[in-house]
């Protein structure tokens, strides 16, 4: 049986557009050694789950080189869009022409991979920033959260469906986030129940960087879900064993 593994935020340029290193020297070559940890640890048969900002590039054709680096590396892997994920297209027909073989791609959609479900959506900040220029009021975030919410329902839908396609009942479920689907220092939000509804055993997330992230970074088990956020330098570049199917 696979294990499932997460390692989120790649954040490669391998064209060199937009080296990691100028956030740090811990960046430096990240890819290497990403790809080391990886090949060493990951099964054929195994899982990946990168939930976001898997590359810098801005159109599908810019990603090649990092679609690329995903396709060397062995097990199954499933993705979600991220924040700065703008290379990614804008229909699943052309998100599922560009992306590697033995690949699913998670927004509105869901996969069962080795009788293992996967689900999720984005997500977005719980209330306007307090830098980076933003500029929405909480009207604005609300109404992304609104469509985030719906995106996740579908998601579960498609679940449903692809179970019920495969006439099986409910196995292992596991749901993406790209952001953290909690309020930072909160221990329940809009998302929680819904995920812990639709069965999820694992919800694994990304986003989060750097050393000061505090209560942002939501661990541990909240209504039955274990939540674990995989941003890959908070998890030393090395893929993080989620659970064995």
């Not at 590359?55 to 090649?64: D, H, L, T």
Request: net charge neutral; hydrophobic share 40%; aromatic share 8%.
């Amino acid at each position: 049986m696979p294990t499932v593994w997460a390692l989120s935020d790649l954040h490669l340029s391998l064209s060199g557009a937009k080296p990691m290193d100028v956030f740090g020297g811990h960046w430096e070559r990240h890819h290497e050694r990403m790809a080391e940890a990886w090949d060493r640890l990951v099964g054929a048969d195994d899982i990946v789950l990168s939930p976001g900002d898997l590359s810098w590039a801005m159109k599908p054709a810019e990603a090649k080189a990092d679609l690329d680096w995903v396709a060397a590396r062995p097990g199954w892997k499933v993705i979600a869009k991220g924040n700065h994920d703008y290379w990614w297209p804008g229909t699943r027909k052309a998100c599922a022409a560009v992306l590697p073989p033995r690949t699913a791609a998670i927004k509105k959609s869901a996969a069962r991979i080795a009788g293992i479900g996967f689900f999720g959506a984005r997500g977005g900040d719980f209330a306007p920033l307090t830098r980076y220029g933003d500029t929405r009021s909480q009207a604005d975030v609300d109404a992304w959260l609104d469509r985030e919410e719906a995106e996740l329902k579908l998601s579960i839908a498609e679940l449903d469906r692809l179970d019920a396609e495969a006439g099986v009942p409910r196995g292992l479920r596991i749901c993406v986030f790209h952001y953290p689907p909690v309020a930072s220092g909160k221990r329940s939000s809009r998302f929680t129940p819904i995920i812990a509804a639709a069965g999820a055993s694992w919800c694994v997330y990304g986003h989060l960087h750097g050393k000061d992230i505090g209560p942002a970074r939501v661990e541990g088990e909240i209504a039955g879900v274990q939540y674990r956020c995989a941003s890959c330098d908070l998890i030393g570049f090395e893929p993080l064993r989620i659970c064995d199917a």
